[in-house]
């Protein structure tokens, strides 16, 4: 598939009935893997590239953000959206040229966050959120093909968990063009709802932090059309890195060898 299918079936994803589970890759052999799974559209995670860097979250260049997402994007037949934090930098010809240079890099969406990296406003004022959306859809529609454009409300991530707010400022983006909405660590499925029936787009909810992970049927009952896993399958491979690596150094055994697919099965996935 080229890019222009990858893009006509992300949106057609959108548009379907029902709701549908994006999985998020950190490399070429996670989207591989997850492609094989039976997944029918793949993101990137600012966290899971930052972590295969050895960084936290918010610590990657656009550059190297890039990179990342040329692997992901390259490694499958998948549509892949990009996260693409705030766009890596605060102006919007910043967010004009990352919109670009996602699409170059093989992605056929992206999400723009309204979180500016400042302790001091970590959001940014309504307005310049606004424009910075505007100017993410002027690039997502200058190009020859369907850009999904996804604009995220950072509230609840950021110290600020006012539905209300966070409801006025999705109504917002939606206003300046914004294809999906979205809005990380809603406390609660009545949250969801609330903020699904304020909407007109469809609603992006992030599953990945516990107990405020709900199952695919009670997001669909809600008004949910999407749901991403950000970081969390990233950290459950290192949570199981984590343990087999323990096992050996205290235990002196290879206990987790006896739960790991075989080298056959593992090369199923891959290619070459």
């Known amino acids: 598939m080229n890019q ?10 959108h548009e379907a009935a029902g709701v549908f589970v994006i999985g998020n890759a950190w490399d070429a052999g996670s989207a591989r893997v997850l492609a094989g799974a039976g997944f029918v559209a793949l993101a990137t995670s600012s966290g899971a590239a930052a972590g295969v860097l050895g960084r936290r979250d918010g610590s990657v260049s656009r550059d190297e953000a890039m990179a990342n997402a040329r692997a992901v994007a390259g490694a499958c037949d998948l549509p892949v ?22 699409a170059q890099a093989g992605l056929v969406g992206g999400s723009i966050e309204d979180y500016s990296g400042q302790a001091a406003q970590p959001l940014y004022p309504l307005p310049q959120a606004v424009q910075r959306i505007e100017a993410a859809v002027q690039a997502a529609r200058s190009l020859p093909w369907p850009f999904t454009l996804t604009a995220r409300c950072e509230n609840f991530l950021r110290g600020n968990p006012d539905l209300d707010d ?18 990380p660590a809603l406390p609660d499925l009545d949250a969801v709802r609330r903020v699904c029936s304020a909407l007109r787009k469809p609603f992006n909810f992030m599953a990945g932090i516990p107990g405020k992970s709900f199952s695919v049927a ?32 205290t235990e002196g055994r290879f206990g987790y060898l006896e739960r790991t697919m075989s080298t056959a099965d593992f090369y199923r996935w891959m290619r070459g």
Request: glycine share 6%; no cysteine.
């Open 166 to 183: 966070t409801i006025a400022r999705l109504q917002a983006y939606e206003r300046a063009g914004a294809d999906v909405l979205m809005a």
């Open 4 to 13: 222009t299918d990858k893009a006509a079936r992300f949106r057609a994803l």
């Open 218 to 249: 009670e997001l669909q009952a809600v008004g949910v059309k999407r749901i991403s896993l950000a970081t969390s399958l990233y950290r459950r491979a290192m949570t199981a890195l984590a343990d087999a690596a323990r096992e050996v150094q």
């Open 81 to 102: 959206s990009g996260d693409l934090e705030n766009g890596y930098g605060h102006d919007a010809p910043d967010v004009v040229e990352t919109i670009r240079a996602a």
